[in-house]
């Protein structure tokens, strides 16, 4: 069982950075297509679960949500990008905050990029390690959902991602496997020290 972030709480929720906690402290962010697993998979590396909202109804987090966590970091949930039925104007405001977020946040050391590991690399994913390379900001892949593949699958789906991103770990994740919920947390807690 993961204890290495047992203790989280909300602290606030933003849409600029000028609006970030006063606290300078390391930060992770969390990014990903909506409906990806980003609010399961906070809440599993919690071991909580309903701190952070999940929603059936993709498009829901809107803001830069904060959770302070162990008191020493950050956690910012990003929202979900590449939902088609939000609107475009809507989908463009997303995008410029959580670029103007990236960009500039100085305590961002790293972003969690979450990619459904039953897909291939969708467009709206590639656009978005495109820009972190672009921009050359670190990153880790994080392929959710993998407890709906076989293990032949998984490890073909692996493979791909692996070829795709080199330069980057990539880790396979489920809330229902204890395995892969370690790992994350200990790749997490030693990249954001």
């Known amino acids: 069982m993961n204890l290495l972030f047992s203790k989280a709480?909300?602290?606030?929720?933003?849409?600029?950075?000028?609006?970030?906690?006063?606290?300078?402290?390391?930060e992770a962010a969390f990014a990903g297509r909506s409906n990806v697993g980003k609010s399961s998979?906070?809440?599993?590396?919690?071991?909580?679960?309903?701190?952070?909202k999940t929603s059936s109804t993709p498009g829901k987090t809107q803001l830069l949500n904060y959770f302070l966590v162990n008191e020493r970091y950050y956690f910012v949930d990003l929202p979900g990008y590449g939902y088609a039925k939000t609107p475009k104007a809507v989908s463009a405001k997303w995008g410029k905050m959580i670029e103007k977020y990236i960009l500039q946040?100085?305590?961002?050391?790293?972003?969690?990029?979450?990619?459904?590991?039953?897909?291939?690399?969708?467009?709206?994913?590639?656009?978005?390690?495109?820009?972190?390379?672009?921009?050359s900001i670190p990153y880790i892949v994080i392929l959710t959902k993998v407890d709906k593949l076989t293990k032949n699958q998984l490890a073909k789906q692996r493979r791909i991602f692996e070829t795709t991103f080199p330069d980057h770990h990539v880790l396979p994740f489920s809330v229902n496997s204890i395995e892969y919920k370690q790992a994350l947390a200990e790749l997490i807690y030693n990249m954001i020290k």
């Open 9 to 26: 709480e909300f602290v606030k929720s933003i849409t600029d950075v000028s609006q970030k906690p006063q606290e300078k402290l390391p």
């Open 41 to 52: 998979l906070l809440n599993a590396l919690f071991n909580r679960k309903k701190l952070v």
């Open 105 to 135: 946040s100085q305590e961002l050391k790293f972003v969690c990029l979450l990619i459904d590991s039953r897909h291939k690399l969708m467009q709206a994913d590639e656009q978005m390690s495109d820009w972190l390379n672009f921009n």
